[in-house]
Every structure is written in C-alpha cells, then in structure tokens.
C-alpha cells in the first residue's frame, strides 16, 4: 500500500514538472509585445528616421514677367537639397515713360494689346515734352520744373495733367517699368547721350525696384523731309544701324537698363513687306494705323514676354492691319528675337 502511494506521488510530481517546461509559465501577450518593441527591425528603424526640416536659400534664376514665368532655385542649407521651380508671371504691367512724342507713338495701343493678351492690370503713364532730349530731362529733374505734359492710361483712354514735374510722375504709381530714349533726331548720334547716365541713375535710385527698358526709335522714312535727318545723310538705313550702335555702345553697358524695346526694328522688319516704307505720318512720326500699331506690339512683347501671336486685337477703325496682322506680328517676333538686325518678312 505504501508502495502505491508513492508510486502516485511520483506520477504527480511528474506531471507537473512536465507543465512547467512544456510553457505553462511562458509570459503573456503583453511581455512579448514589450521584448519585441524593444529590438525593432531594421524597416521600423529606417521609418523613423529624422526628417530635415529645410532651410532653404533662394536664388532668383530669371524674373517673372507680367506674361512670362520666371524661375528660382532653393537649396537646403541644412541637406542641400536643391529645387528648381517657376515663379509666376505677374499679371501686371505698370509702365512709366520719360519720353517725347515717340513715346506717344509707342504706347498708343499698348493698354489694349496687353488687356487682351491677359494683362489684368495695365496703368501706362507718359511724360511727354515734344522733341524732348535727355539733356533736357536732365535739365527738367535738377530743377524740378513742371513743363511735362502727364499723359495716363488705366482704363483704354488717356488723360492728360499738364504741368507735371518729373517728380510728381515717378511717385505716382508703384511702376514695374520705366521707360527712356533719346529725341530721335540724334538717337544715332553718341556725342549726345551725355547726360544718359544722370538720367537713368536718379529716376533708378527713386524706383529701386523697377526695371529699366530703352526704346530703340526707327530711322526715318527715306523721303522724309525734316531736315534733322541731314546728320545720316537722308540714308534710312544708315540711320537705322546707327541707332542700333549707339544704343549698344552708350546704354546697353549701363547696370540699371534690364533690357530694349525694339521698336525701330520692328518698323524696319515690317518694312520689308508690301506695305513697304509707309509707317510715318509726315516722315518720322508713326502712322495712325501700321506704325503706331506695330511699335505698340513691341513694347507688348519686349516688356511682357507675352506671345505675339496670342493677340488678335486691333483697333477697329483700321481694319486693314486685321487683314495683315501676321505681318506685324512676324515683324515684331524676329525683332524681340534679333533686337539689332533686319529680318525680312515672307
């Protein structure tokens, strides 16, 4: 009987040992989540790994234009990861000119060709003295003296201030644009942009932030009968390469002029066509209708980027240019595209 009872003590003891090694008392759920968390895998590890929060450094590659992208880089100047992207045009064109009556000739349709091109804010101002040179713009801003005649345009019709000192205008408006030129008697003439520089620098110093654009006038017609055109011995050409090579050696070199406006080449390039060398009302001011009309499409395209053949406005008066407008439009694309030379027209 004893026998018996130990050989049933045996047993139990037995079984219970084998519970304890088969698991009975492994951990539960819970301390094996907790043994896992502590030893993550290698892609848990990579998950989180620190993300750099960026610095970046910006460099503006090209400034956007009232039509036109323009393009910045950005660097990390913690990683440096670099990133290249568009900054978006503008959609604003305020343009100033300090001119004369070619400036008159150049804006005439500009408010109306930039409107429809996609410009949703167009201000143009103009101050005009006839015959204006720049050593009398020179004169006028020492001075202060009020002789201009302020012509402004916001709404597709001009207005005019008579009076108007220099000063007046430049504060007048945030300009984005400020727009200069010799009186076109002595565009070709260097001995005469003396004062080009007092100019430019002083209206640059009060408008910082515009950009400067130099409208490059048309030679005259070749019967034109103003006896200014005696200094290019009434040769049209002579005086057309002469404007180019004063412009190129006397205001091109200048730091603050961002760019031309090639107005005289584009009237030059229309030439070529069958209209041939009919764009002046009395020899060297522009017509009404093809003259005044292509010089306003290149300071469109010159100052915003915009494409020339976007546009199908015209003004309704003159419906011969809608008939010929991809003339006028091939004229001013070349002559943005090869600002000092004669591209003809097919």
Known sequence: MKIIKKIIIFLVVFL?????????????DGAVSQNTSSNPSSAETESQAPVCEHDFEITVLTEPLPLKDGEQKKVCRLCNETVTEPIPATKTLKVLAVGNSFSVDGMEYLWHIATDAGC??????????????????????KSDAAKYIYYKNTDGKW?????????????????????????????????????????ISHIASELPNARFFWQMTWAYQHDAYTSNFKAYDRDQLKMYKAIVD?????????????????????????????????????????????????????????????????????????????????????????????????????
């Open 16 to 28: 219970i040992s084998s519970s304890v090694g088969c698991g009975g008392t492994a951990p539960d």
């Open 120 to 141: 949703e804010n167009v201000i143009l101002g103009n101050l005009y003295i006839g015959g204006c040179s720049l050593d009398m713009h020179w004169s006028n801003i």
């Open 159 to 199: 207005t005019e201030t008579e009076n108007t000192p220099i000063s007046h205008a430049i504060a007048d408006e945030d300009w984005d644009f400020v727009t200069l030129q010799q009186v076109s008697a002595k565009s070709g003439l260097p001995q005469s942009y003396g004062n080009a520089e007092n100019v």
């Open 246 to 346: 004063t412009f190129k050696t006397e205001i091109q070199p200048n730091e603050n002029i961002d760019g031309v406006i090639p107005a005289g080449t584009a009237i030059q390039n229309l030439r070529t066509t069958y209209i041939g060398d009919t764009l002046t009302r009395d020899g060297h001011h522009l017509s009404l209708d093809f003259g005044r009309f292509t010089a306003s499409f290149a300071w469109y395209a010159a100052l915003t980027g915009g494409d020339v053949e976007a546009v199908d406005w015209y003004p309704e008066k003159y419906p011969k240019i809608g008939e010929d407008l991809k003339f006028v439009q091939s004229s001013v694309k070349d002559a943005v595209k090869n600002p000092f030379e004669i591209t003809e027209q097919k």
